[in-house]
């Protein structure tokens, strides 16, 4: 069955650095999605992406966050100058059509430790 | 935008309970899924139901659009199903192409 991938599973970072966030979705899917969960909250959406651009953010993504589609397969989500108050558990997920007629599927997600 | 809510927040259970999970949400809907966050962290897509019942094993789905509510039954409940129990809801008129997760419920089932 087709899944939603993404690396690294776990990844500690120092206070300032940079990070990239990288997920592969399936294959012939249109829409893609980050998703944050901080420890113990509930899973907060971040942004989505369509047709090569941003279609949707929340207040939460602010200058500090990017995404890319770098090529046909990798979309990635950075985070520059990292925050303690940025560990949390990072989703990225895709829907082939769009989530108003069809459903996502979520990656198993990168957990970032910020120190 | 939709407000999404769960019930109970917390469950504890013995080992071969059943139990019966709520989802309420403010606003008509697209999309309707529910996922299991297991101990380690990651989401595992349970059921894609925005509308209707559907059955996988010991678990089963069922959505009444046109009331605003869903509920996840898990039957002869097993350790394995421990973790949070999220409903989450795509609605055309306030969350248009992304879906908005409920707050969770935490399951702890006990042998």
């Known amino acids: 069955e087709p899944e939603v991938t993404q690396t690294p599973s776990h990844q500690v970072t120092q206070m300032g650095q940079e990070v990239i966030l990288r997920c592969v979705p399936i294959?012939?899917?249109?829409?893609f999605y980050w998703y944050r969960q901080i420890l113990g909250q509930k899973v907060e959406f971040l942004v989505s992406f369509y047709n090569n651009e941003i279609s949707e953010k929340s207040e939460i993504f602010d200058d500090q966050f990017s995404v890319e589609r770098p090529d046909g397969s990798n979309f990635t989500l950075k985070i520059r100058s990292t925050k303690l108050e940025d560990s949390a558990m990072y989703f990225c997920?895709?829907?082939?059509?769009?989530?108003?007629?069809?459903?996502?599927?979520f990656g198993q997600g990168t957990r970032l430790t910020v120190v | 935008g939709i407000q999404v809510e769960q019930s109970p927040p917390d469950l504890i259970l013995q080992e071969g309970a059943n139990s019966t999970l709520r989802c309420n949400f403010s606003?008509?809907?697209?999309?309707l899924q529910w996922f299991h966050q297991n101990p380690w962290g990651q989401l595992i897509n349970l059921f894609y139901?925005?509308?209707g019942t559907k059955q996988n094993g010991r678990l089963s789905a069922t959505t009444v659009a046109t009331e605003r509510y869903s509920l996840l039954y898990i039957s002869s409940s097993q350790t394995t199903d421990s973790g949070v129990y999220f409903c989450?809801?795509?609605?055309?008129?306030?969350?248009?192409?992304?879906?908005?997760f409920g707050p969770g419920t935490s399951l702890s089932v006990i042998p």
């Open positions: 989450a809801v795509d609605s055309v008129k306030t969350s248009y192409d992304k879906v908005i």
């Open positions: 606003d008509s809907v697209n999309n």
């Open positions: 139901i925005p509308s």
């Open positions: 997920a895709s829907s082939d059509i769009g989530t108003s007629n069809t459903e996502a599927f």
């Open positions: 294959s012939n899917h249109l829409y």
